[in-house]
């Protein structure tokens, strides 16, 4: 049976790799969607609804086609149908230039009713609120409830009792990279370059569309500039490039601007709840109770978790997603935790207080219900409090003197993460003793084509330098699956592990014979091949691959699940520091712990880490997507007024990847998710009142101190 | 963009002939950040932009016995790193650190900082046409105002975005125009009008006017100056509220006391309610505190922007408290 | 309720026709007949002469590009969709655009040794001026610095604003040798990165710092 083996033998695994791809991209060799430039391309450019409600009565390209260097224009809406949203796309053009894209994109001429709309949460929940979807009865969907044990006997037996309504905004991916395509017909064989977490997922997608076999669409995505889990599909705007550029006989290239991101590109659900929880004089969260909403625009998925990461016996809840004239919700990071966490994270520092206890002994009390989970959390506890100097608390919150008051909070995550089969992969060792590894997984900046050349190096006693790593491309044909829920690593690793370990047998059946020893005796490291019971017995690789003559060992490999494990445990301790004179937050110190199973690349898991809390910490401070109830307009469409964390706001922050198992695991979302309850339990814990809406930004904490 | 016509300018009294007698036809540029971002969003699609930088001599900052002249184009990275300007007049290098970013202190003049159109999101959003843009509606009345005015507004509500023009009121400077009809020079302080003159500027130039350089005055013995700024977010980011401060000290006395509001109204706001709290008396903490109280005493917030009240009141008092500690 | 809300109600539906912007006024300008100025014309223009169209000279990576632009184009857009005379393109994709409008520094380029936002300089305003790219900053095989610590440190993920970054790095260094950590995140503020590797990206501020003193 496969095994990543003990960490004391292992070379490779466990340690600081820097990324392969870290020479082009430093100095911009690495081409992105965004950066491929096709000869005789053509610049796409979409015209996007000014408003959140109408019905389209008809669309006019013919000024648009008549501007010179216009070589397509197409209506992406059909007269009689509805816009629902600010930004949901009419028409798409495709010219010689971007700026003639542009002139052309403005010279659309188009009709249509205005409707009334609602971009208003509050408002979208009332009776006579412009109904949005067709497919619900009203703007709420119909409330899952969940309820277990006897909610009404926990109450009774409950000593103290918390009831609090907790806010978070709806946040928006922001990846830096837009999302977009270049899109090349050649006859019936389309190729996409596409910014995408799935180039398998993607060309399915376009296959389909356009009635393709698969194989006469290749998806390539060789470097790419974030997706945060809002890359999955081509989009309406993949879709659209493929349809200008076939249209117009030339490649084209369309990538949303900023504004477009923000509008269309999904975002984080918002979330409001309402909560009533108890807890009995020695410290048992004994009952829970919970409604609340979130919106998805006009999507329907909204939710998030609750009760989460502590055992609560009795409990019931009631969520469901409100609709409103806004873009869709996507995945993102963790879909439904971190908002879900902060909620009940606030909640049991409220409960902790009532009862006098330390926050953090009260959820020792309330461990977690999983039990490798709640063993490995409960070291965490002890890890990070350690870390962050959890005594120097303040015994009573807001106790601080002085303008400048510090405090500190915690908060928890859990995640899955543990990957799945369906991965093809090939690990090929040539003659020359060149070896390459293919797999259609791709790169998102998680680092897994360095994870990979590391994994086949380890086996094959070679550098990752050495391994020529193909990947984001479905032209090989060996599928993987798409780049989110952090389920890469886990989907991906085991099938390379047991691929090069297969490679590496039949190279030793090779040239076993020939150096006259029993290939089981074989081993491989420090480019060479020797005989563990004679280690006079040793060749250099590429001699030994020399002896393949004219063959090529090429292996695939399968999908172990005993190497890789899911369901991780996060811990999150946060420091800061609030200016009460101006309600400035500044965060002075983050100890993120961190169940990492086997860390494969060190550098690149503290990296994940590092990004995961800073994104943690924008939700916690700093972003809201902001909607104008007087013009059904998202008033913050840029970097400027729609804020995320810029250099001035990172703390020290201390990543911990805590190695639990010998069993790979996925890490990019699970450290984002403890940030924000860590934070707002440090404000707490700073000034003595209690922010429960998200971002803490300085009006409020002004507002709050009165 | 839409595309324009680029003119160098060959001198500054060339420029008014350059320029139209309507706003919507020719802009100037110098640093750019700030029109080219109004040209992005076509807020504004003139048909000419003609160039200054090809004009001599803006971009030097030369001392004599009056004072010191600070040439238009000067950018605000060479006002942060002047040795005299950080020694003299603080204030104005604070102010000019603080602005945006090192890439947009790199280019942006300034002219260009003082002359910068509002960050309202009402009037920077291409699809929405308030009353600054000719449209009948201020959205922020009734709208999202949390960055908005606290002081002098109506019937706009914009707060002016920029950095150095509190400075330099504070620091009594004179600002040079140049138009049709030859040159004219003011008080920056009397450069900005507020809305209700007109809704739709927030200063006195006319189309075909352009500022060309700001006059300091020789600072009096014992001045002493800072620029306290708030900002939500510490990385780039435009003024919730800003103080500027500038104190003629005479031994432990305040003697005479400039105090000027960034991010409140929709001009740099001189607050002389602070001022005449300050005059004259020995700076207490006490004292630094009624001239925080005072300042406020008359602001209007709007329904998102009571924060600002405190905030003012609270930074005045740290400027005060900073320039005698 | 809003008074576009209001409206609608009295007036049941209503009915809009919408032309995006003055868009005649685009098509006018962008189509207008050509003023041409050549390259030697162009960087000597000081007559009050309309520049509709010109080709300029620029200066990139100690390498001359002769290229034809509108007054309208960004040096980003000359870089990155440009073409020579020669019809060549520039292809000098390394500067990014991610928000193009000087709020994100992923553009970020040295023009005359200082960084700045290539998306808010107009190409015909980088004339005369040496620009340097992140294409730039290696001596052929050799990396800077700041690269090189970039990679060592792990100071990028998805690498979008690397580019930007490194360049903003260099310049900070450039003009600040030896600087303190805060001195770094204040030299960095006009940069973001998504991914959040700043602690890293101030690690390999500091060791690139080391490297160049």
Redesign the interface.
Known sequence: MASWGEAKDSRLIGKRV??L???D????????T??I?RPGML?GYI?RS?VAH?TI?GIDLS?AEA??GVKAAIPLIEPGKRVRFEGQEIAAVAAI????A??A?????????????VVDVESAKEEGAPQIRDDWKSNQSEPRVDERGDIEAGFAEAAVEVEATYHAPVQTH?????HGHVAEWDQDNLTVWASTQAVFGTRQNLARHFELPENQVRVITE????G?GSKFGPGVEGVTAAKLARKAGAPVKL?L??KDEHLVAGNRPSMTQQVRAGATQDGRFIAYDMSGYGTGGIGSGAGFTGPYVYHVPNHRTKKSAVAINAGSARAMRAPGHPQGAFAMDSLMDELAERLNLDPLEFRRLNSDSDARRNRIRQAEYTLGAQEIGWHRRNRVPGSGTGVKKRGIGMGCGLWGGGGGAGTQARVTIHASGAVEAVTGTQD????IRTVIAMIVAEELGLRPQDITVKIGDTEPGLASRGSGGSQTIGSVAPVIKTAAMAAKRKLFGHIAPLVEADPGDLRAAGDKIYAQSDLRLSIPWKEATGYLGMETISEGGEWDENLRIGDVAGVQFAEVEIDT????V?VIKIVAVQDCGLVVNR??T???I??????GLGYAL?EER?M??????M??P????Y????????P??V?IAYDTDRKITGIGEPPTIPTAGAIANAVYNAIGVRIRELPI????I??A?G | MENFAYINAANVEQVPSLMSDDWSETKMIAGGTDLLGELKEYIETPKKVINLKSIPGLDEIKADASGLTIGALVTLADIAAHPTIQRHYTVLAEAAASVASPQIRNVGTLGGNLCQRPRCWYYRHPDIICLKKGGDTCYAVEGLNKYHAIFGGGPVYIVHPSDTAPALIALGATVKIVGPNGDRTMLLEDFFILPDVNPQRENVLEPNEVVTEVHLPQPKAHTKSTYVKVRERGSFDFALVSVAAAFEMNGGTCHKANVVLGGVAPIPWRSKEAEAALNGKGITAAVAKQAGEAAVANAEPMTDNGYKVPLTRNIINRAAMTLVH | MSKEKEQNQETAISRRSFLKGVGTGAVAASVAPTVFIDAETAAAAQTGEEINRAKIKLNINAQTYEVEVEPRMTLLSVLRDGFDTSGNRLDLTGAKPICERGECGGCTVQVDGKAVYACMMLALDAQGKQITTVEGLANGDNLHPVQEAFIQHDALMCGFCTPGFVVAAKSFLDQNPSPSHEEIKEGLAGNICRCGTYPFIFEAVKTASRKLL
Do not use: W
């Open positions: 820097s990324r791809s870290g020479t991209k430093v100095t911009g060799k690495a081409k992105y965004f950066d430039n610049y015209l000014p109408a009565t000024e501007l010179p230039t971007p700026d003639i542009e002139d994109v403005r010279l659309i001429q188009f009709d249509y009713d205005e409707l009334d709309y922001v990846c830096l990279e837009t470097h790419m500039g974030g945060f990538m601007t900023r998102i900046g998680t680092g004179e101006t309600g400035l500044q550098l690149t503290e990296s994940q590092n990004g995961a809390v800073v994104m700093l902001i104008d109830d007087q013009t059904g307009k008033i913050n840029n970097l400027e007024d804020k995320v964390p810029g250099t001035m706001e990172i020290e922050i990543s930004t300085p009006d409020k002004l507002n101190l």
